[in-house]
């Protein structure tokens, strides 16, 4: 399994380092995009680095799940896709496999966020060790999605629509959960509420275990739900003969 995941990072890495500019580029228009939405907020009076925080909840999702539905749609382009699923793996090793360069260069790049926000003057307090602890969990959460967004690609094939839609769902979501006005459905998505808990964080407020145990269990129950659906929808899939389809 470990021989998997370590075989798809050195691709990916050989790909990062063909195309070096672009990588670097990604990055850095990110952060200007970010920064620059901060910068805008607080000039009319609205409190930029709580938005700033679900910024970087919102680039986490970019670079997990949502790599997701654009690799899947890759290979199956380039017709390897079915050669992949049929090897002696664990399909959902698979998936993880497809992600593991990308969730750890996520990480990195939350690193990166968060470091030149908070030096920069856009996060006011530093709790990096506890931010990286709340994306640990919220991390769960993006490989239930992660499963769902696999799930529906071997079913319908063509979903980059769909997965873009989430995306700009959860950049939404997010900005509403960085704001003052709360919700109770804030706290049964694992998104949103882990946004909220790292705003807390930087405010200062207490946060409590049942506060951790709810994000936690709500991102338990994501991840089952993305694995049972995948396992559904390759099982469809693979009866349907239509796992290397366009």
């Known amino acids: 399994m470990l021989n998997l995941i ?27 995009w970010g920064a620059s939405i901060v910068l805008g907020l607080n000039a009319i009076g609205l409190k930029g680095s709580n938005f700033y925080l679900a910024y970087i909840a919102w680039t986490f999702f970019h670079y997990t799940a949502n790599r997701v539905g654009l690799k899947m749609d890759y290979m199956t382009t380039i017709g390897v896709i079915e050669r992949i699923f049929s090897s002696h793996y664990p399909v ?24 030149v926000g908070y030096l920069a003057g856009i996060i006011k307090s530093f709790h990096y060790i506890e931010t ?20 529906l690609f071997l079913i319908f094939k063509r979903t980059m629509s769909l997965v873009q839609v989430v995306n700009l769902l959860l950049f939404g979501i997010g900005a509403y959960a960085a704001g003052v006005n709360k919700s109770l459905w804030i706290k049964f998505l694992t998104y949103t509420y882990g946004i909220e808990t790292m705003v807390k964080i930087h405010s200062g407020k207490h946060i409590s275990s049942g506060d951790i145990g709810i994000l936690l269990l709500s991102a338990i129950v994501m991840i089952v739900i993305g694995a049972l659906f995948f396992d559904l929808s390759y099982s469809y899939a693979r009866k349907a003969g239509t796992i290397g389809h366009l």
């Open 6 to 32: 370590w075989i798809s990072i050195k691709m990916n890495l050989l790909e990062m380092w063909s195309y070096k500019l672009n990588s670097i580029l990604e990055i850095l228009v990110s952060f200007i």
């Open 92 to 115: 959902k090793w698979l998936i993880l496999s497809i992600t593991s360069l990308s969730t750890i260069m996520a990480f990195i790049y939350l690193t990166f966020f968060y470091l």
């Open 132 to 151: 990286i602890g709340v994306f640990g969990i919220i991390f769960l959460f993006m490989m239930g999605l992660s499963y769902l967004f696999a799930g």
